[in-house]
């Protein structure tokens, strides 16, 4: 595979002078202070050059590009797909990454063609693999998400630098405490607790760990064949889907709604919990927690 050539920065942001045309000074005897009316059209004539200038900024941000090396299925029905990407020639990129939870911006090389907005990721795989960056892509027409799940190997991105602490897991560590660990995730927000579980938080030197992994029906479920793993790394995992087809014996519904279902905590003041997924599931599962008496300070998120 060809080694995707290193860019260097782009220039820096062009300068934005002022012209300012002197006037006579007045005399200390006639001098006034700005009325307090002509504020805010002062504001409004200063609002368009801040604005220009954050615009500067924003496209100055620096992209490295970099080849694909693997692109394929991640789920039974094809919707979800995994999509790994070579940092053998970004050595310090993948060096940043230091934290379960972050993420970046990914965008496709237009060729020419269409300008797509780049789209914010998390890093799947752990801190520290290696000299790649996997991502968990659900392709969605008409955005980077279907052009990076119809790429192949060798084909090139570009990655913006990692963005985001990650899960802040010092407030659960060590696993004293919290001897308990709630864990939520939903679609492609599993990506996350990969990086997680596979990085590793001392899940087997605690009581109990739960994975609440909701899904529309197995076929749109990623990661299956990793679960064994997971397991056997101290997790128990429970798939709870929303459309299941009659043969499923498990629990249906959202993630959410099976923990509360079952709840079951023993200590609250030694459990914590870790949620990647849809707002209204990190909302219900937040307000239930601090109820039964969960410090708030012990729900991490990744952002």
């Given at each position: 595979?060809?080694?995707a050539?290193?860019?260097?920065a782009?220039?820096?942001?062009?300068?934005?002078?002022?012209?300012?045309?002197?006037?006579?000074?007045?005399?200390?005897?006639?001098?006034?202070?700005?009325?307090?009316?002509?504020?805010?059209?002062?504001?409004?004539?200063?609002?368009?050059?801040?604005?220009?200038?954050?615009?500067?900024?924003?496209?100055?941000?620096?992209?490295?590009?970099?080849?694909?090396?693997?692109?394929?299925?991640?789920?039974?029905?094809?919707?979800?797909?995994?999509?790994?990407?070579?940092?053998?020639?970004?050595?310090?990129?993948?060096?940043?990454?230091?934290?379960?939870?972050?993420?970046?911006?990914?965008?496709?090389?237009?060729?020419?063609?269409?300008?797509?907005?780049?789209?914010?990721?998390?890093?799947?795989?752990?801190?520290?693999?290696?000299?790649?960056?996997?991502?968990?892509?659900?392709?969605?027409?008409?955005?980077?998400?279907?052009?990076?799940?119809?790429?192949?190997?060798?084909?090139?991105?570009?990655?913006?630098?990692?963005?985001?602490?990650?899960?802040?897991?010092?407030?659960?560590?060590?696993?004293?405490?919290?001897?308990?660990?709630?864990?939520?995730?939903?679609?492609?927000?599993?990506?996350?607790?990969?990086?997680?579980?596979?990085?590793?938080?001392?899940?087997?030197e605690?009581?109990?760990?739960?994975?609440?992994?909701?899904?529309?029906?197995?076929?749109?479920?990623?990661?299956?064949?990793?679960?064994?793993?997971?397991?056997?790394?101290?997790?128990?995992?429970?798939p709870?889907?929303?459309?299941?087809?009659?043969?499923?014996?498990?629990?249906?519904?959202?993630?959410?709604?099976?923990?509360?279902?079952?709840?079951?905590?023993?200590?609250?003041?030694?459990?914590?919990?870790?949620l990647?997924?849809?707002?209204?599931?990190?909302?219900?599962?937040?307000?239930?927690?601090?109820?039964?008496?969960?410090?708030?300070?012990?729900?991490l998120?990744?952002?």
């Amino acid at each position: 595979m060809a080694a995707a050539a290193a860019i260097s920065a782009p220039p820096g942001p062009p300068r934005l002078a002022l012209h300012l045309h002197p006037s006579p000074s007045p005399s200390p005897s006639s001098a006034s202070p700005l009325p307090m009316r002509a504020l805010p059209a002062l504001r409004r004539r200063l609002r368009p050059l801040t604005t220009a200038v954050r615009a500067v900024k924003q496209d100055a941000a620096v992209w490295t590009p970099a080849p694909v090396s693997a692109v394929g299925a991640a789920t039974a029905d094809g919707s979800i797909f995994h999509v790994a990407v070579d940092l053998s020639d970004a050595a310090g990129l993948a060096e940043s990454y230091t934290a379960p939870g972050q993420y970046l911006q990914i965008r496709v090389p237009s060729g020419g063609g269409e300008e797509i907005k780049p789209a914010f990721m998390a890093v799947a795989s752990p801190p520290g693999a290696g000299a790649r960056f996997e991502f968990l892509v659900k392709s969605v027409p008409g955005t980077t998400a279907e052009r990076l799940c119809g790429l192949r190997d060798g084909g090139v991105v570009e990655l913006g630098a990692v963005m985001g602490k990650g899960f802040p897991l010092e407030r659960i560590t060590p696993p004293d405490a919290a001897q308990a660990v709630l864990i939520f995730a939903a679609g492609t927000g599993i990506s996350t607790i990969r990086s997680l579980v596979e990085f590793g938080f001392g899940a087997n030197e605690r009581a109990d760990v739960r994975l609440y992994y909701g899904a529309r029906s197995l076929k749109t479920m990623a990661y299956q064949d990793r679960f064994k793993n997971w397991e056997s790394a101290g997790l128990k995992i429970i798939p709870v889907l929303s459309q299941p087809d009659d043969s499923w014996k498990g629990e249906r519904g959202y993630a959410q709604h099976a923990f509360l279902r079952a709840k079951n905590i023993v200590n609250p003041s030694s459990t914590g919990a870790v949620l990647c997924g849809q707002r209204q599931m990190q909302e219900e599962v937040t307000t239930a927690l601090v109820a039964d008496g969960v410090s708030q300070d012990k729900i991490l998120t990744n952002f």
